[in-house]
């Protein structure tokens, strides 16, 4: 079970989809559109590479994006992830800035650089980003933003922010199953184990089952002396995911 992740959305994904392209209105001169659609070509590419892991061919055909249209913001995000990926922090910081400084108002873009610096131990600047991501008007799926702001904050540590974070995401979306499942990671680490059984129950109300959630919830039940329930959840856990880690671990223990 993955519980420290960040959740990083739009740069890779929707923004790689020609739907998901934006479109402007009004008379646009033949060099000027043949430069937009070359700078869009490469940028499909160099997504493309990059989700490939050919990460060379990935920055040349991002940066020929930028150099064609120096206001494409998806590029210079994708761009930074693939300097990450090079091991290039210098040239991925600088990517980033540029991609905020030419959309301060794209809300995936302030995300992603977010999540850069909450990789980089940046966690007060990356509160800023989530914030402005989180409260822009068109951010129709605000409560991703807001969790992987609170696991942010829990990695600093500041687990009062962090709660506000999680639950503010719940308050707009209750059945977030990402969101049930840090708050439910928060009180157990917090040696609260009827809050964490609570949210555990939350979340697998939405159906959400696997061996980590099971184990998760065994090891609730075992802190709270409930015998019965561990053993049960364990059972199930052995049963449904027999060749899991987890699994492995409750039977190396009998």
């Known amino acids: 079970m993955k ?3 960040l959740i990083f959305t739009g740069v890779i994904g929707c ?3 020609s739907a998901c392209v934006s479109t402007t209105t009004g008379s646009v001169t033949e060099p000027e559109r043949n430069e937009s659609d070359a700078a869009e070509l490469n940028y499909q590419l ?12 990935a920055r040349d055909r991002l940066l020929l994006a ?3 249209d120096p206001k494409m913001a998806v590029a210079y995000s994708t761009l930074a992830l693939t300097y990450e990926k090079l091991e290039n922090k210098r040239l991925a910081t600088d990517a980033y800035e540029t991609a905020v400084r030419v959309a301060p108002r794209n809300f995936e873009v302030q995300n992603a650089y977010a999540v850069f610096l909450c990789r980089s131990a940046d966690y007060e600047r990356a509160k800023k980003h989530f914030d402005k991501s989180i409260r822009h008007f068109e951010n129709d799926n605000a409560e991703v933003m807001m969790t992987n702001a609170g696991m942010c904050m829990m990695q600093k540590p500041d687990v009062v922010a962090a709660e506000q974070y999680f639950r503010a995401a719940l308050d707009r979306q209750p059945k977030y199953v990402e969101a049930l499942l840090q708050l439910c990671l928060l009180k157990f680490s917090e040696k609260d184990y009827l809050g964490a059984r609570a949210f555990l129950q939350r979340l697998m109300a939405t159906g959400a089952r696997s061996a980590g959630v099971l184990y998760l919830a065994s090891r609730i039940e075992d802190m709270l002396g409930n015998d019965r329930g561990r053993i049960d959840f364990e059972d199930q856990l052995i049963r449904e995911f027999p060749a899991s880690p987890e699994a492995r671990k409750v039977l190396s223990s009998s």
């Open 15 to 17: 923004w790689l989809l």
């Open 66 to 68: 930028t150099e064609l």
């Open 3 to 5: 519980s420290s992740r």
């Open 46 to 57: 160099g997504a493309r590479y990059y989700q490939n892991g050919n990460y060379e061919l």
